[in-house]
C-alpha cells in the first residue's frame, strides 16, 4: 500500500488527478482510500513584526544608490534573517503543527481495513481475483449451519509431484499441473502422418478502433483484403513461398512452451520436404490452416506424454496423493437453484442438466446421503492428471465417505469420457477408501469399461 500526501490550493483537484491515474494503472474506487483533508490551523499570534533600529548596521565596502540609501538605510541582511529564524524557531507549538502520529494512526486504520479485505478475499478462493465491482454483484451462498463442522475437517486428496532434494534447496510437494507431466518430451523421430483435408484458413487482422474504445479487436478481412494477400503470396518465387509457408507456421506453432523450438522447426521441416507438389500447392494456399493441423498433431503427442508420465510417475511415487482442498464456505455460482433437498449449501449451481436433475432427484431420497453439492466447473474440486477433471456431483455419505460423480449423456460414450474414468480410478486407489469416483449413465447398454448406469450407481450409493 502507498500514501499519498498532498498540499495544494485546490485539494479537491488534485485529489482527482491522483485517483485518475490510480484508476489509469487500473485501480478501481476500491482500492484507495481517501483521508479527510487537514485544514492547517492559523497562529492567533501577530505577524512578525521587526523593529529596524534594533538592526542597523552598514556595511562600510558597500556604496548604497541614494534611492536605496532613503528606503533601506541600515540594514543589515544577515541580522534580518538570524532575528527571523529565531522568532519562527519560537512560534512553533504542538498547538498549531499537525501531528505526524495522527497521520500514522489514520494509515495504520485504512492498512487494518485494506488487510481485513484481502483476508475475506482468501477466505473466499473464488473471488480473491476479481475485481471490487465483479465481487459486488456475484450471487453468494452460505453453507448450510448443520454442515459447517464437515468443511472444517474435509480436506480432499490431490495428486502433488515429489520434488527431491538439491545442493542448494530441500525436497517439496508442488500440486500437479499437466504442464509438468512434458519432462522428456521430444519430436525427434515422432510420427507426423497428418491429413492436411479441409486445412483452409481464414485471415484476420487485430486492430485499434476509436469506435471500438481504442481497444484491440479482432476482425475477420474482407474477402478484397484477403485476395490481396494471396496474390501477393502467389507472385513470390517458388522457393521464398515454400520458405514464407514454414516461418509462418512455425511462428504461429512457437508458442506451445512444452515443445524445443528447434525440434519444432525441424519438425516442420520433415513435414513439409515430404510433401508432393500438390500437398504444397495446397499449404501455400492455407498456411495457418495446415499449422493448426501441425498443432492438432503436436498435441495429440503431447497428451499421450502426459498419460505415460504420469502413470510412470504414480507407479515410482513422483507422483503423489495428498489432502488438500477444501470447500468454501461460499459459493458464487452464475446460475443457481435452491429447490432440490439435502444440498451443502444454501443454493446450488443452476447450470445441471436432465440426467443431473434426476440423479439429485435420487440422492434426496436416500436416507444414508448426509447431502450433495454440484461442483462448480473451473471453480470447484478438480482431479489434477494428465487432464484436469471436474466431477458433476460430490457426495457425501452419513458414515463419512466422499463420492464423487460424472454423469454423461449417451453421445459421450468417447476418448474424452475414457481418459476420465481412468484418472479418477487413479485418483480413487491413491486417495484411500473413504474416496470413491463413478461416470454414471443414464441406462446400462454398451456402457464404458468402469462406467455404471444410474440405477447401479444409485443401488451402490444405497450401500456405502
Not at 528606503?71 to 507549538?93: N, P, Q, T, V, Y
Not at 495429440?300 to 502413470?311: I, K, M, N, Q, V
Request: charged share 30%.
Amino acid at each position: 500500500m502507498s500514501y499519498v500526501l498532498t498540499s495544494s490550493n485546490d485539494f479537491n483537484t488534485t485529489v482527482q488527478h491522483i485517483i485518475k491515474g490510480l484508476n489509469s494503472a487500473g485501480f478501481s474506487d476500491k482500492d484507495y482510500r481517501l483521508a479527510e483533508p487537514v485544514k492547517p490551523q492559523v497562529s492567533e499570534q501577530p505577524p512578525v513584526q521587526i523593529d529596524i533600529t534594533e538592526l542597523q548596521g552598514v556595511s562600510d565596502t558597500e556604496a548604497p544608490s541614494e534611492t536605496e540609501q532613503d528606503d533601506f538605510a541600515g540594514l543589515d541582511g544577515k541580522s534580518i534573517g538570524a532575528e527571523l529564524e529565531r522568532r519562527r524557531e519560537e512560534e512553533k507549538s504542538s498547538e498549531i503543527t499537525p501531528k505526524a502520529d495522527s497521520m500514522l494512526d489514520d494509515a495504520n486504520k485504512a492498512g487494518e481495513a485494506y488487510n481485513n479485505a484481502v483476508k475475506q478475499g482468501q477466505d473466499d478462493p473464488q473471488i480473491q481475483n476479481l475485481p471490487w465491482e465483479v465481487r459486488e454483484q456475484l450471487a453468494t451462498f452460505r453453507v448450510r449451519p448443520q454442515f459447517q463442522s464437515d468443511l472444517e475437517t474435509l480436506v480432499i486428496p490431490q495428486f502433488f509431484q515429489v520434488i527431491p532434494d538439491t545442493l542448494f534447496t530441500e525436497g517439496t510437494l508442488e500440486l500437479l499441473e499437466k504442464e509438468q507431466l512434458a519432462e522428456g518430451f521430444t519430436l525427434k523421430g515422432k510420427a507426423y502422418d497428418i491429413d492436411f483435408a479441409a486445412a483452409d484458413d481464414e485471415i484476420a487482422e487485430v486492430d485499434v478502433r476509436a469506435n471500438e474504445g481504442g481497444l484491440p479487436k479482432v476482425f475477420k478481412m474482407t474477402s478484397a483484403e484477403q485476395r490481396y494477400f494471396k496474390e501477393y503470396f502467389k507472385n513470390l518465387p517458388p522457393e521464398s513461398r515454400v520458405r514464407q509457408c514454414k516461418d509462418m507456421m512455425f511462428n504461429q506453432l512457437n508458442k506451445l512452451n512444452m515443445v524445443d523450438a528447434a525440434e519444432l522447426k525441424s519438425y516442420i521441416n520433415r513435414i513439409v520436404d515430404d510433401m508432393d507438389k500438390a500437398q504444397i500447392a495446397a499449404m501455400e494456399k492455407a498456411p495457418l490452416g495446415y499449422a493448426k493441423k501441425i498443432k492438432e498433431k503436436i498435441e495429440s503427442l503431447l497428451d499421450a506424454h502426459y498419460r505415460e508420465t504420469f502413470a510412470k510417475w504414480l507407479e515410482t511415487e513422483r507422483i503423489v496423493c495428498q489432502p488438500s482442498y477444501r470447500l468454501p464456505t461460499v459459493i458464487h455460482p452464475t446460475t443457481s437453484t435452491d429447490i432440490y433437498g439435502g444440498s451443502l449449501y444454501e443454493a446450488e449451481d443452476g447450470d445441471i442438466n436432465k440426467l443431473e436433475q434426476d440423479l439429485i432427484m435420487e440422492l434426496t431420497a436416500l436416507p444414508n446421503v448426509r447431502w450433495w453439492h454440484r461442483n462448480l466447473s473451473r471453480h470447484g474440486f478438480a482431479i489434477n492428471g494428465y487432464i484436469k477433471h471436474y466431477p458433476d456431483i460430490m457426495i457425501m455419505t452419513q458414515s463419512g465417505k466422499i463420492i464423487f460423480a460424472e454423469t454423461k449423456g449417451e453421445h459421450l460414450k468417447n476418448d474424452d469420457s475414457r481418459e476420465k474414468i481412468e484418472l479418477g480410478r487413479a485418483w480413487r486407489t491413491a486417495a484411500g477408501s473413504q474416496y470413491r469416483y463413478y461416470m454414471v449413465f443414464r441406462d446400462g447398454e454398451n456402457l464404458l469399461p468402469g462406467a455404471v448406469s444410474m440405477s447401479q450407481f444409485v443401488e451402490t450409493i444405497k450401500a456405502l
